[in-house]
């Protein structure tokens, strides 16, 4: 009886945990969602220009951006300082991330601010969701794309619905600044993630 006992406490213990957890990730998700609002009203300039900043915590100008500044500044504001934990992660494992610069090392000014970097790294340190079924992107999630040039493309997913409300808009920089747009659809969709 007490065998019993102690294996339903256990159990109602984990459900709690489980419940718990999935709340504390949904909380984290709308803090994300809200910080990548509040950097909309922002005037940020698109620049991919190569800038030597600080680390950790470096960021450049306040007033110029492109769409991985996005995702840096949102995280950024939860904490989160992206810039370091993809430098920790690309010098421990660098033959995972992609080498599409020729580079032989990491550098800690741009390797964070490079979408196909950040995709190994929240595929690595986060959840890759599916890319097909619309109801799955929620907010807080991070979407990748390839855009026709051929260039990667990233953005946040906020707690702001379209026209119809059938899918919540993205936060990005695609060159007119840090925006709210439905534009989920507008490209190829090359990665979905979650990431804490």
């Known amino acids: 009886m007490i065998k019993l006992k102690i294996l339903l406490l256990s159990l109602v213990y984990l459900s709690l945990q489980g419940q718990l957890t999935a709340q504390g990730n949904k909380a984290f998700a709308q ?3 809200d910080a990548a609002i509040s950097i909309t009203s922002d005037k940020v300039i698109y620049d991919p220009a190569y800038f030597s900043i600080p680390y950790p915590n470096g960021d450049i100008p306040a007033n110029r951006g492109v769409c991985t500044d996005v995702v840096i500044r949102a995280y950024r504001k939860l904490g989160v300082d992206l810039q370091k934990q993809v ?15 020729g580079l032989k090392k990491t550098d800690r000014n741009i390797d964070h601010r490079r979408v196909p970097n950040l995709m190994t790294f929240f595929s690595r340190k986060g959840i890759s969701k599916s890319i097909k079924k619309e109801a799955e992107y929620v907010p807080g999630d991070i979407v990748t794309w390839n855009l026709p040039n051929g260039a990667s493309h990233i953005g946040i ?12 808009k993205i936060v990005h920089n695609i060159g007119s600044g840090q925006v709210i747009e439905d534009c989920l659809y507008n490209f190829k969709i090359t990665g979905h993630y979650t990431f804490e």
Do not use: Q
């Not at 430098?87 to 610069?101: C, Q």
């Not at 997913?157 to 919540?168: E, G, Q």
């Open 31 to 33: 803090k994300l969602s």
């Open 87 to 101: 430098h920790e992660d690309m010098r421990i494992n660098f033959e995972k991330y992609p080498k599409n610069w």
């Open 157 to 168: 997913v906020v707690d702001k619905k379209n026209w119809n409300s059938k899918r919540y």
